[in-house]
């Protein structure tokens, strides 16, 4: 099932973007082109390869951003590049490196988790070091940015003015990155996960506040995300890949009739074309652009920026302005496109490893009690990858603080084993012998 599964969605795929995609955003270069039916046939072969080692039940809640990872990069690059880049022979070494990095990353899994000792630490001072630290963060965005009593109308315009308003490598930037990277997704997730009301209610005022600043839209969908892979996990644990690939067919299948029917394009928009096609569509982008000019070995992270080191323009502003004449235009890819254009295809095995190693550290941080509330919060890295460079995401994305946070809330909600593990004494009851007069 599994296997009819992973085709049927390719083929989907493939309509959707013949049908919805290239015909609206043809102009900025999601092109229609014309593949020999070798590599279409090849596409679908790949994209099905990886049905041998995907898990067909959750083990380990890493494995919902690795799933995450197969559907959305993964599939999508088996086919967009070779109608971005034409050719044929050409292209075929990207989805080729893509497939084998993504089976070293399942790799991963053969790796025994990792004893990593927790502090003492119970709920109650987890509980109050955590809401505090969330108002610190939003009186700070208050008093140094000031939050939007209205919803933002124009996102693009709020974008260009946060970005104006909070720098990269500052502290405004900083702050933001983790009050919505990391303390609003952690706290909606301990609140679905964990069933605590009080982190739920202020990841959502969290989500919501910052959306006013930054209007991203992510961070609106996120707890809405939230919810169907909390859905998925407790009902579908078994079968939790399968019901992933029939939700985006769904969704594929929505844009297409919207487009057919009522000749809208608003699932595509914001759903098919955003997550699916956007990212294989940039890194096509990347891979073409950097393996003919030098690569930026890192120089939009902040060691090189603390020292001097850093580049003029980001990756993402170099692709925007060679491909769509603007730097403004933010084109961010996945953590393997970033790789590829900071050291090629060794900085995508860097990537690959890195990603690995953080999944091992949470999967061995990972209790029964705090299973869901991991995997909530691992579909939320796998977001921040599919769409962005990995280095970049450790504060950007908030990832590393994440991990930090995970690690003292499972200290927190850790089982307590008494100091000594040996039984107690069994004492036997003892016989009094009387030694004169009456007993």
Same mark, same amino acid.
């Given at each position: 099932m599994l296997l009819v599964a992973s085709i049927a969605y390719a083929w989907l795929l493939n309509l959707d973007y013949a049908t919805v995609e290239a015909p609206i955003f043809g102009s900025t270069g999601l092109v229609l082109g014309s593949p020999p039916a070798m590599f279409v046939w090849l596409g679908y072969a790949m994209a099905a390869l990886p049905v041998l080692w995907l898990p067909l039940d959750l083990r380990f809640p890493s494995q919902v951003a690795y799933w995450w990872l197969y559907v959305v990069l993964l599939v999508p690059l088996m086919f967009v590049p070779y109608h971005v880049l034409g050719g044929s022979w050409r292209v075929l070494p990207l989805p080729g490196t893509i497939l084998t990095l993504f089976g070293l990353l399942g790799a991963f899994y053969l790796v025994p988790r990792i004893r990593i000792p927790l502090v003492y630490l119970d709920e109650r001072t987890f509980t109050a070091g955590w809401v505090p630290l969330a108002v610190v963060s939003m009186v700070f965005l208050a008093v140094k940015v000031g939050f939007r009593l209205e919803l933002p109308t124009d996102v693009y315009d709020v974008r260009m003015a946060a970005r104006n308003s909070m720098p990269g490598a500052t502290l405004s930037a900083y702050v933001a990155a983790i009050a919505q990277r990391c303390i609003a997704p952690v706290s909606v997730a301990i609140g679905i996960g964990g069933? !605590?009301? #009080?982190?739920?209610? #202020? /990841? &959502?005022?969290?989500?919501?506040?910052?959306?006013?600043?930054?209007?991203?839209? =992510?961070?609106?969908? &996120?707890? *809405?995300?939230?919810?169907?892979?909390?859905?998925? %996990? =407790?009902?579908? !644990? !078994?079968?939790? /890949?399968?019901?992933? *690939?029939? $939700? #985006?067919? $769904?969704?594929?299948?929505? +844009? *297409? %009739?919207?487009?057919?029917? #009522?000749?809208? $394009?608003?699932? +595509? $928009?914001?759903g098919s074309r955003r997550v699916l096609f956007v990212p294989a569509h940039l890194t096509s982008y990347y891979w073409e652009y950097y393996s003919g000019h030098p690569y930026a070995f890192f120089s939009n992270w902040i060691v090189a920026r603390l020292f001097g080191t850093g580049g003029i323009l980001t990756p993402s502003e170099t692709i925007g302005l060679a491909y769509f004449g603007t730097a403004d235009s933010n084109a961010n890819a996945n953590l393997w496109a970033s790789g590829f254009a900071d050291m090629g295809y060794p900085g995508m095995l860097l990537v690959t490893i890195a990603a690995g190693c953080i999944f091992r550290v949470v999967d061995s941080l990972t209790q029964p009690r705090t299973f869901l509330t991991a995997s909530l919060i691992m579909s939320a890295v796998a977001i921040v990858w599919a769409e962005g460079a990995l280095q970049t995401s450790l504060l950007s994305g908030g990832v590393f603080p994440i991990l930090i946070m995970f690690y003292v809330y499972s200290s927190a909600v850790a089982p307590r084993r008494p100091a000594s593990h040996r039984p107690a004494p069994r004492y036997r009851r +003892?016989? *009094?012998?009387? =030694?004169?007069g009456r007993f």
């Open positions: 069933r !605590r009301p #009080l982190f739920l209610v #202020l /990841g &959502l005022l969290m989500a919501l506040g910052t959306f006013t600043l930054a209007a991203e839209k =992510t961070l609106v969908a &996120l707890p *809405i995300f939230f919810v169907v892979v909390a859905a998925l %996990c =407790t009902w579908f !644990r !078994r079968s939790f /890949g399968l019901m992933l *690939i029939a $939700a #985006l067919m $769904a969704l594929l299948t929505t +844009s *297409i %009739c919207e487009y057919m029917m #009522l000749d809208g $394009a608003v699932m +595509s $928009a914001h +003892s016989v *009094i012998v009387p =030694t004169g």
